[in-house]
Antibody, heavy 124, light 107 residues
Framework: QVQLQESGPGLVKPSGTLSLTCAVS?????????WSWVRQPPGKGLEWIGE???????NYNPSLKSRVTISVDKSKNQFSLKLSSVTAADTAVYYC?????????????????WGQGTTVTVSS | DIQMTQSPSTLSASVGDRVTITCRAS??????LAWYQQKPGKAPKLLIY???SLESGVPSRFSGSGSGTEFTLTISSLQPDDFATYYC?????????FGQGTKVEIK
């Protein structure tokens, strides 16, 4: 059973860069999954940030695209999120999740495994 | 972006009630829709994928239906563990978007 665990600083200064890592255990990051980041501001709903395949292919939310980079490190079996020029509006719980693809390489199942989430506060 | 609109935003119900939540897409998403359950302080949990397929391990009282632009999540007999917030999500096109959520409260 694949498990995901987010890690990174809980406090980031305004205009700085938010950096988070998601460690994958119980499976390989080179398996047939899209690896995603989703965030949830306090008391609000879910926002999809973007995703990466082990090949390095990425898809980003256009609303964040200019500030987001998602990368994969196969040697460490993990993937990462960097969000630059942060403001208080980026304060949220950040989740990593995986979305399996089927035999036809279709994103078929939604996001079936999630990390527990990590709270990031943007404040000076 | 495809907008996902859930109704109602809040629902008060009793144990044993049949509960239905609706999710409407601003354009057709075929059947590329998932439903998630989220409890306070916890990560979302996948319930339904491809609009009507039950995720492994999810109780059979949960069911999903619909295609195109209108979808429903039904809980046939509400249990104490089901009081939570429910989100729909489309994965037909980018960006993948969520509904605003439906909170199911105890009546």
């Amino acid at each position: 059973q694949v498990q995901l665990q987010e890690s990174g600083p809980g406090l980031v200064k305004p205009s700085g860069t938010l950096s988070l890592t998601c460690a994958v255990s119980g499976g390989s990051i080179s398996s047939s999954n899209w690896w995603s980041w989703v965030r949830q501001p306090p008391g609000k709903g879910l926002e999809w940030i973007g995703e990466i395949y082990h090949s390095g292919s990425t898809n980003y939310n256009p609303s964040l695209k200019s500030r987001v980079t998602i990368s994969v490190d196969k040697s460490k079996n993990q993937f990462s999120l960097k969000l630059s020029s942060v403001t208080a509006a980026d304060t949220a719980v950040y989740y990593c999740a995986k979305g399996p693809v089927n035999d036809y390489m279709e994103y078929y199942y939604g996001m079936d495994v999630w990390g527990q989430g990590t709270t990031v506060t943007v404040s000076s | 972006d495809i907008q996902m609109t859930q109704s109602p935003s809040t629902l008060s119900a009793s144990v044993g009630d049949r509960v239905t939540i609706t999710c409407r897409a601003s354009q057709s998403i075929s059947s590329w829709l998932a439903w998630y359950q989220q409890k306070p302080g916890k990560a979302p949990k996948l319930l339904i994928y491809k609009a009507s397929s039950l995720e492994s391990g999810v109780p059979s009282r949960f069911s999903g239906s619909g295609s195109g632009t209108e979808f429903t999540l039904t809980i046939s007999s509400l249990q104490p563990d089901d009081f939570a917030t429910y989100y729909c999500q489309q994965y037909n096109s980018f960006p993948r978007t969520f509904g605003q959520g439906t909170k199911v409260e105890i009546k």
